[in-house]
């Protein structure tokens, strides 16, 4: 049986925070500074590569990894307070 990713309720959703990046994101971020940044700057705990557009992770509800139809699903709750 299939669900959607909405339906699920998630376990520990209070245990921890992850902070997640793109490449496409800090390289963006780059082309308008005089002295670049990496990724290791923001300190993430999971970071993207090959997204089609910059920051575009900011908007994401769910972020699911390995195949569509296994892997662990996370929620994407809100942008991490220290760099808003």
């Not at 923001?42 to 892997?71: N, Q």
């Amino acid at each position: 049986m299939k669900k959607n990713v909405d339906y699920f309720q998630g376990a520990f959703q209070d245990d921890t925070a992850y902070m997640i990046i793109a490449d496409e994101s800090v390289a963006s971020l780059n082309s308008k500074l005089e002295s670049p940044l990496t990724y290791k700057s923001f300190r993430p705990v999971i970071l993207i590569h090959g997204i089609r557009e910059a920051f575009s992770e900011d908007f994401w509800k769910f972020i699911r990894f390995g195949t569509r139809e296994r892997g662990p699903v996370l929620k994407n709750c809100m942008p991490c307070s220290r760099l808003v």
